[in-house]
């Protein structure tokens, strides 16, 4: 009980520091069966009690946008179709791209379908390759997880653990050479204070280091923490 309180006391503490983060937005297109695009069709992305909606253009392409960082669940509801994607997580200062989300003809059908599906999203940003993005989701059964610092460096190819102390070495630079960010907080090369439990998502940069970390000779690890909601969830998930 004492464990848990205090992870949620450090979370919230670096939950309140994280207010001032940057804000995301998620980007895809709607497109038929026949591969023809979807306009003018509402998407809606919920994250606790909060939805944001937009809407397609002409082509089928969407972005929700100003969005908090957290993992989000898109519903486009057309065609007789009730399609929902979970898992879409947004990080700060970056563009959810889901692709192409393709919704079947059910016009002919008596009742609405609905699909639920789960949203993996690759490990690779292919408009960045220098950066490798992973959710709680890829990491939560990880034997690494008791360990941050392991658990990174497992994720990231070219990227290895120093002997001594929480630094990591990136493609040969020196340990001392990278920093870790948590909710925007710069820390430097320890990696202290954040319970392998509070954290959300990180994302590790080996290179195209966006200009807001300043300049950096190794890579950066910049780590997004659990928010209230999430702790919710995952309360009410322990009670059941």
């Not at 202290?192 to 080996?206: L, Q």
Request: aromatic share 8%; hydrophobic share 40%.
């Amino acid at each position: 009980m004492g464990t848990r309180i205090g992870i949620t006391v450090a979370v919230m503490a670096l939950s309140a520091a994280a207010s001032g983060q940057g804000l995301g937005s998620i980007e895809g297109r709607l497109l038929e069966e026949s591969g023809e695009a979807l306009p003018f069709t509402s998407v809606s992305a919920t994250l606790g009690t909060k939805v944001y909606t937009a809407t397609s253009d002409p082509d089928g392409w969407f972005r929700l946008k100003p969005l908090q960082p957290g993992e989000y669940e898109v519903r486009v509801v057309a065609m007789n179709m009730d399609l929902t994607k979970d898992g879409i997580l947004v990080l700060p200062d970056n563009i959810t791209r889901m692709g192409d989300l393709v919704l079947k003809n059910a016009k002919d059908l008596p009742a609405v379908v609905v699909v639920k599906e789960r949203w993996i999203a690759p490990l690779i940003d292919h408009d960045n390759t220098g950066v490798t993005k992973v959710s709680h989701k890829l990491f939560e059964n990880n034997p690494n997880k008791v360990a941050p610092v392991r658990l990174i460096a497992s994720f990231a190819p070219g990227v290895v653990k120093a002997p001594n102390g929480d630094g990591l070495y990136f493609r040969g630079a020196r340990a001392e050479n990278m920093c870790y960010y948590v909710d925007g907080m710069k820390l430097g090369s320890t990696l202290s204070g954040v319970p392998n439990e509070a954290i959300n998502s990180f994302s590790v940069y080996t290179g195209g280091v966006p200009a807001k970390y300043g300049d950096v000779t190794g890579g950066i690890v910049a780590i997004e923490t659990k928010s209230y909601f999430d702790l919710w969830l995952q309360r009410n998930a322990e009670v059941q």
